[in-house]
């Protein structure tokens, strides 16, 4: 009787649930997680919530919190789903993502009326001196 060594070449197929295409936040911490073999415990653990939260973003019934992001940052090595077009009210999102920050914290922060942020927030107008705020206070935070 003779045996013969296989080998088989190719990507093995991947486990039920594995995220195929990114289009949820909860689809980018699914997938890492299902490729680093971790458990939802663990990646809780890393970002900061308990297993309910993680279950509930990974099957789309829940948008994460902003002050989540700072972990899934963190646990992911990039913010997922962001997209910068180089305007102002793409750098102060990405900057409220990074640091988790509500537009009341922010708006603290920067001397500027919370409404006016989330008018920027949402790509519409505000007035000339509200931008030189918030222009100059992202200056300030990038170096």
């Not at 509930?56 to 077009?85: E, N, Q, T």
């Not at 180089?86 to 708006?107: A, D, I, W």
């Amino acid at each position: 009787m003779s045996f013969h060594r296989l080998s088989f070449s190719g990507l093995l197929p991947k486990q039920k649930g594995y995220s195929t295409e990114l289009k949820t936040v909860g689809d980018h911490i699914r997938r890492k997680r299902m490729d680093e073999e971790l458990t939802l415990s663990e990646v809780g653990g890393i970002i900061g919530v308990n297993n309910n939260t993680l279950t509930s973003w990974s099957l789309h019934d829940v948008y994460p919190m902003i002050r989540h992001f700072p972990g899934i940052i963190k646990y992911l090595g990039y913010a997922p789903l962001f997209f910068d077009d180089g305007s102002l009210s793409s750098q102060m999102e990405h900057y409220r993502r990074v640091n988790g920050l509500s537009y009341k914290k922010l708006s603290k922060l920067i001397g500027c009326d919370e409404a006016r942020l989330k008018r920027l927030g949402n790509k519409h107008r505000i007035f000339q001196q509200s931008i030189d705020k918030i222009e100059q206070f992202l200056k300030g935070v990038s170096h």
